[in-house]
């Protein structure tokens, strides 16, 4: 025994609070809780312990024992506020940020303890932005859903239907650029094209690039043949830069009903580098056998049999269409270059290739050959024609004025293919069905049927 001194041997609260406060000050967590439940223990009433504990408890993810001893706090010390802020941040923690909000509301209202208000205030700001972000998922789900089912009925050729989803989407929030765009097309399968415009023309005093609806302003302009107004929109479609495959998809769509092979090609060959889809390839070397590149064609067509299944597509057939071409004119090259098949053999392949793509385009210059071979083109992109059905057509085709400036080949191409089904192939087909397969509005279908029909209806059909 020490003279003087008495050494208490029985542990305090304090004693195990203070030590447990060590022990966290160390970054020893556990050893923290550890004393001060023992602290606990020994003064359960203890509102300093109690919460320093929860606290601990809450930073190692017990927010149920963390919350039981929160709850204990508000229940027998409701003067003690802060309990009230410490429920708040283990609901929000705990992702239930109703319950955190309505214990952090509390706080707020009750606390003078301005380090933990501004705190609580953050937190509440961010849950009720959270609540707001979740309102408008719910209610993008909800219009998504509308949105879809309109999608649904619009491909299904039930134009009016489609047209009272988009018109209910519109009602509760008209910035839905989606439904609208839809609804333009809606209208223009309908044959009300003045109206598709006009809905179209919306979307571009919201967004003046929007993809969709300068794409559809130029496949109405075209349409109804006004050249001038479809080039303004195309070639805003042209120089737009998107990054979204979608909006890519839909301006390849938009060139392929325009005809527009020029600019096919490239972006046919973008979205295969992206996709790697085999079908836009395809599409890349029909643009190119349109503009009469026909090496490089066959090129392609022989690198997607090599390297893809395809049988819906029926390469061979592609690749023997664009070697009889190349064969038609292999004789006409000898003669154009007037030198003997020697000077051919020795020439450079690089040179030979170019030589002999300048004598094709040189060859087909008449604007009715290029017409009925585009005509031919868009058939082939709509309906499946085996050889004999192209023959028959082709002789369809030599009855129309194919040099005229402003054909809507797509229309016509239409009507082709309706006498072809109507009248040769005695098939029940309506009017408005082929409409729908090629893309044209019913009202743009009767125009060109009524000013070719009678050329069209010979005395032979």
């Known amino acids: 025994m020490v003279k003087g001194k008495v050494i208490n041997l029985n542990p305090t609260s304090s004693m195990y609070f203070k030590i447990g406060i060590k022990h966290y000050e160390k970054g020893e967590i556990e050893l923290a809780i550890k004393r001060l439940r023992q602290a606990l223990e020994l003064d359960s009433k203890n509102i300093e312990i109690k919460f320093n504990l929860a606290g601990l408890l809450a930073q190692v993810g017990d927010f149920e024992s963390s919350n039981k001893l929160l709850s204990e706090l508000t229940k027998d010390s409701p003067e003690f506020h802060d309990s009230l802020f410490g429920l708040g941040c283990n609901f929000f923690e705990m992702g239930k940020f109703k319950e955190a909000k309505n214990f952090l509301k509390r706080y707020v209202k009750l606390s003078n303890n301005i380090e933990f208000k501004e705190a609580a205030e953050d937190l509440i700001d961010f849950i009720e932005s959270q609540e707001e972000f979740e309102k408008e998922q719910k209610e993008i789900e909800k219009y998504s859903k509308l949105l879809e089912r309109g999608n649904f009925l619009l491909e299904s050729g039930r134009y009016e239907d489609a047209i009272k989803y988009f018109k209910m989407i519109l009602a509760k929030d008209d910035s839905v650029l989606a439904a609208r765009n839809n609804l333009s097309l809606a209208y223009f399968y309908m044959g009300d094209i003045q109206k598709a415009i006009e809905e179209a023309k919306k979307v571009l005093q919201v967004d003046k690039y929007n993809v969709y609806a300068n794409c559809n302003l130029a496949f109405f ?5 006004k050249e001038k107004e479809m080039k303004r929109y195309l070639k805003v479609v042209l120089e737009s830069k998107t990054y979204d495959n ?3 998809i839909k301006v390849l769509d938009t060139l392929i ?10 972006r046919a060959n973008e979205l295969f580098e992206i996709t790697r889809e085999p079908y836009f390839k395809h599409i890349e070397a029909i643009s190119l056998y349109n503009t009469r590149k026909y090496l490089k064609a066959k090129k392609i067509w022989e690198f997607l049999k090599k390297n893809f299944e395809m049988p819906e597509i029926g390469i061979d057939y592609f690749l023997k269409k664009v070697n009889n071409v ?29 030589q002999l793509q300048n004598h094709i385009d040189n060859y087909f210059s008449k604007t009715v050959e290029e017409n009925g071979q585009k005509i031919i083109e868009i058939l082939c992109q709509h309906v499946e024609l085996n050889q004999k059905d192209q023959e028959i057509i082709f002789g369809l085709i030599k009855n129309l004025p194919l040099e005229k400036p402003r054909l809507n080949l797509q229309a016509i191409a239409a009507i082709v293919w309706y006498v072809f089904k109507r009248y040769m192939k005695k098939e029940k ?25 009678e050329l069209l209806l010979n005395k032979e059909i």
Not at 221 to 225: D, K, P
Not at 335 to 348: S, W
């Open 326 to 354: 190349i064969e038609t004119f292999k004789k006409d090259t000898i003669d154009y270059f007037e030198t003997g098949l020697k000077f051919i053999e020795d020439m450079d392949e690089r040179e030979f290739r170019r």
């Open 221 to 225: 302009y075209n349409s109804i043949g």
């Open 257 to 266: 009903k325009l005809n527009q092979h020029t600019e096919i090609a490239q």
């Open 429 to 453: 087909v309506r009017q408005k069905d082929v409409a729908r397969i090629f893309g044209i509005s019913q009202a743009v279908f009767s125009k060109w049927f009524g000013d070719f029909k």
């Open 246 to 248: 979608k909006d890519k």
